[in-house]
Structure formats: C-alpha cells, structure tokens
C-alpha cells in the first residue's frame, strides 16, 4: 500500500510561483499512475494534472496548462507541481493520488477523474491572493 504526503503549499500572490511536492512511502517510478487533484470550498474536487508510469507522459486540466508542470522524481519517491503564474481561482486543498496499474485498469489513457485513484494523500492548502 502506498502513502502519499503532500506538502509545500502556502500563502502568495497572485502571479506568483509555487512548487507542492508529494512524498510517497514505497517505489512509484514504475507500475503506477498519479495526479494532482485540488477542491476549493463549496466545489466538486478537480483534475489538475496525471502522470503515467515513470513519469514520461503528462496531461493537465484546461485551466492549468502551460502555467503548472507535474513531474517525478524516481529516485525521492516524490511528485512535484510547479505552479507558475498563479490566480486567486487556484485556490483550493490541494490532493496528490496514485493508483497502481493492473490488467484491465490501465494508465492509459491518462485519468484526472478522482474515481479511478486508490491512495490518496490528506492535502496541502493554497491560497492565491489578489
């Protein structure tokens, strides 16, 4: 079983940049799928970006793309979310999840839907000021 424990998040303005890394306790590089997920108040949790395996393939939510880069550092465990140009609206907890990859549960097409994830991280807040 793996657990995930995000961190890094914060207060800053709007414009700014900001990294959230999610440490996982067992080997992620491979065999795995992952993702940032994030919910504000009084709103659904949000697909923000997907990993596959390895980390070689990305997919990001319309709302991020070209602001946010998701990566994976094999060798830490660790997901990061580089979160650049931030705007009030990316406000919200952030959530890093995994799920492992099996036969007839494949990473591809990489997912940002919250159902198809089993391990989930307890999330970081962030909040973008004006």
């Known amino acids: 079983q793996v657990q995930l424990v995000e961190s890094g998040g914060g207060s800053v303005e709007a414009g700014g940049s900001l990294t959230l890394s999610c440490a996982a306790s067992?080997?992620?590089?491979?065999?795995?799928?992952m993702a940032w997920f994030r919910q504000a108040p009084g709103k659904e949790r949000e697909g923000v970006a997907a990993?596959?395996?390895?980390?070689?393939?990305?997919t990001y939510a319309d709302s991020v793309k070209g602001r946010f880069t998701f990566s994976l550092d094999n060798a830490k465990n660790t997901l990061y979310l580089q979160m650049n140009s931030l705007k009030p609206e990316d406000t919200a907890m952030y959530y890093c999840?995994?799920?492992?990859?099996?036969?007839?549960?494949?990473?591809?097409?990489?997912?940002?839907?919250?159902?198809?994830?089993?391990?989930w991280g307890r999330g970081t807040q962030l909040t973008v000021s004006s």
């Open positions: 999840a995994a799920r492992r990859e099996a036969f007839g549960r494949w990473c591809w097409p990489l997912s940002t839907r919250a159902n198809d994830y089993d391990y």
């Open positions: 067992g080997y992620i590089g491979t065999g795995y799928c």
């Open positions: 990993i596959g395996p390895g980390g070689f393939s990305t």
